[in-house]
């Protein structure tokens, strides 16, 4: 045990003696780089993505309708089939919450 | 002076200057942290950490719903992100060879001793990046960039004895893995 002591002072000296070195410290206007990156930046993916998911639902709306029309279909069936599937889309982020997970964390 | 959770609440209305606010009280400890897990070599890349992980918080505020601290939440993004960054910088590491070694022993004064020191030094570092990821950022915080014990551990979310059992575990192991490599810590 005392040998343990011993070493561990040692070791803890030798650490401090080489490990010394200056201490990288951030740019005083790193909070101003960091609004100045976020701010244009998230705005205008947030259109982006809005206009893909827009476009996307569209397409896929007027694809569907073609598919299920050229099968033979009533309208009745082919509106049933749209309005239930916007319906679910919908009811999604009540029926599951809101999304808590981060990648990193899962807080 | 307004608590992590109201100014959370603030971003998430869409406040900037609560964000700003946020990041102005964490920066500093999110770099020392990035630095702590890239070591030395990459100071400026922990800079980069800092800033990413801040643009990513940004992103996913609206889904913090408070259930663990900002802070830990913070830290926890700022250590895995630097860890990834880890994996990809590591072959950037600088590597001073016996040329490098004999210019130093022969430009500076004290020479023979200076090159020595040096080279121990940089056994030492390589002895560090052996050990597990929390070990090596424990030993920096501790010893490089002077975080305190309950700093280490509120850095690396564990509690403070964990702390301990860290830097002493890491101390231990680097002392026989120099002593394997034929130094002495002395």
Redesign the interface.
Known sequence: MGELDFQEEEIDSFLRRSMSAPVPSLPPEFDKRVIRKIGPEAGKLKRFRKTVLAGYTLTSAVVSVVAMRGQGLPWGWVDAALLGALATCALVPFIGGRSTRTPATGH | MESDAQLVARTQNGD?EA??AL??RH??RV?RLA?SILG?DF?TD??DV??DV???V???IM???G??EFSS?VY??AF??ALNLKERVRFRRPHLNDMVLESFASALPGPDKLAETRE??MV?EECIFTLPEIYQSA??LY????SGMDEVAELLGVPENTAKSYL?RA??K??EL?KERGYT??
């Open positions: 900037q964000f700003a990041v102005r920066s500093a770099h630095a030395r100071t922990a800079e800092a800033q801040f643009v990513k940004h992103h996913a889904s913090f719903r259930e663990a939440w926890r993004i895995n992100r121990r030094d030492l030993l920096r010893y490089w960039l002077g002493h101390r231990r680097l002392h120099m810590c002395g």
